[in-house]
């Protein structure tokens, strides 16, 4: 595991030293910060390079063991009101405790806090019922994707425009770091139940499915919020001083924050593997060790990777955006959120797990790096985009609505694996780094041109979910055609015997 850890050590600082430069060039420049400020960033940066490989390879050993070993048994019991039962529940805890859903929860000074958590929670429950479902009854992505969607684009039209972007927001950020890598390991439990040749593929999709789900709960229960959505929070525009002792609290006070609320996040997950384990799994000692281990330092790497992403990376990035769009050079805002863009998604620990599952699952045929660079590029056109809607007030409706429906027009013609992948793709993209860095980056560039917070700065994270679909089902079309052409003509497949698992339905 050293080894993996020093492997991955490389990794995160590849990924996290292009941004440090960034900020540090823009913050002795066009947008200057004080020393304090570049010290707690600085500071900030390397609990992410150090946070980060511990998560990843904590996930790897820890999260897809449990995810998938429960996912199988669950699968293997043959009791198919169990298996939707747990389904619906864990989406429901994991949801809850999310940590990126309570910030945003806590900006809507319009609706109940606990409301909201409640409703977005629900609708990642019942989706990842039915991505469940999916699974166990062959039922095409494609297909419940497009229903889903369907229904999600009729309701637009319904909910008081003021609060359709924080309803997109909902679904973008229910997929975290903690849920990304046990709902990813849950549904390959599930799927390899299964054999044949397309079981493999059946392990993708839950988390497009779970992010789909809080958008309609959502939109249905900002319809009757009414038209006065109000943004709650201070935006942060000018650069910060003060002493070592500061920065020190400030960095204690958060870390402290951070190992509280992720423990109320892991907890119900290792309390209900634990216990589901004594009584059905029985792992062996050496192996509960090894999940253990794991175990700690997911749950370290992520604590410190939050702590540097709030304490250095969300303040200065408004600050930056604030700046950059007062200053007589605020042209450069374009090229330079195609860079953060870029790098934001490099940096972001969802995205690694997915791409590591994804090149595992197809042979290297999908690589880890295309997928970065797909991802990467999505991430730096949605930036642009978002923040082309606050300097001319684009109604979000005309941005967000004509992405979603060419998606799903791609989707039809695109493989059905790349179709999973892409949209998990997109659920990843707009973790942590999104919420973080990115959203307060932009809030700060609506600080500048003094835009409605409300109106034309949420639906930013939606819109770095968006993309990169986008750009994987167009990978994904590219590689059908490419596949067909080389092959000289289309051959009819012999398809392998496909074992159902016949689930109990409760009939005698």
Not at 155 to 182: C, E, H, K, N, Q
Not at 268 to 294: R, S
């Amino acid at each position: 595991m050293a080894k993996n850890i020093l492997s991955k050590l490389k990794e995160s600082v590849i990924s996290i030293i292009p941004i440090v430069l960034i900020v540090l060039i823009l913050g002795l420049t066009i947008s200057p910060l004080s020393s304090y400020d570049i010290i707690k960033f600085l500071i900030s940066a390397l609990l992410l390079i150090i946070g980060m490989p511990l998560f990843t390879v904590g996930a790897e050993s820890a999260m897809h063991t449990m995810g998938s070993s429960i996912g199988s048994n669950l699968s293997k019991s043959r009791k198919l009101a169990t298996l939707l039962v747990f389904s619906f529940l864990l989406g429901l805890v994991i949801t809850i405790a999310e940590p990126d859903l309570s910030v945003l929860a806590e900006q809507i000074a319009s609706i109940n806090k606990w409301l909201f958590i409640f409703i977005v929670a629900l609708g990642v429950g019942i989706f990842l019922m039915l991505a469940v479902l999916r699974i166990i009854f062959q039922i095409k992505i494609k297909t419940v994707l497009i229903i889903s969607y369907l229904i999600v684009f009729a309701l637009m039209f319904i909910v008081p425009s003021g609060y359709l972007p924080i309803s997109i927001d909902s679904g973008a950020i229910t997929t975290g770091p903690i849920s990304v890598p046990f709902i990813l390991a849950f549904g390959v439990g599930i799927s390899a139940v299964r054999s044949g040749g397309e079981h493999d593929n059946d392990g993708f999709g839950l988390i497009s499915l779970t992010s789909v789900g809080p958008l309609i709960t959502t939109l249905l229960l900002c319809i009757f919020a009414g038209n006065d959505a109000s943004y709650s929070q201070t935006v942060i525009t000018e650069t910060q001083t003060g002493s070592a002792s500061l920065m020190f609290s400030e960095f204690g006070v958060e870390f402290l924050e951070n190992v509280l609320a992720i423990l109320v996040v892991i907890l119900p997950i290792i309390v209900f593997f634990f216990v589901y384990n004594a009584i059905y799994l029985k792992f062996p000692k050496i192996q509960i060790l090894k999940i253990i281990v794991g175990l700690v330092y997911s749950y370290l790497g992520i604590v410190l990777f939050l702590t540097g992403v709030l304490t250095g990376f969300y303040p200065i990035a408004s600050v930056l955006g604030f700046n950059i769009m007062s200053s007589n050079h605020n042209w450069l805002i374009i090229p330079i959120s195609l860079i953060v863009g870029l790098f934001s998604a490099f940096a972001e620990p969802a995205v690694h797990v997915l791409n590591k599952r994804v090149e595992e699952i197809t042979n290297g045929i999908i690589s880890k790096n295309v997928m970065m660079i797909a991802i990467g590029i999505g991430v730096s056109l949605s930036l642009v985009l978002a923040i082309l809607r606050v300097i001319y007030k684009i109604d979000y409706i005309y941005l967000i609505l004509p992405i979603y429906i060419l998606c799903i027009i791609l989707s039809i013609f695109c493989p059905s694996i790349f179709t999973a992948i892409a949209f998990d793709s997109g659920g990843v993209a707009s973790g942590t780094m999104a919420s973080s860095f990115i959203f307060p980056l932009i809030l700060g560039v609506a600080k500048a041109c003094n835009a409605n917070i409300i109106s034309d700065v949420f639906g930013t994270v939606a819109f770095i979910a968006s993309l990169p679909i986008l750009i994987i089902l167009i990978i994904g079309i590219i590689y059908k055609y490419i596949s067909i052409k080389k092959s000289g003509k289309t051959k009819r497949k012999i398809k392998k015997p496909i074992e159902i698992v016949e689930f109990d339905l409760g009939e005698e």
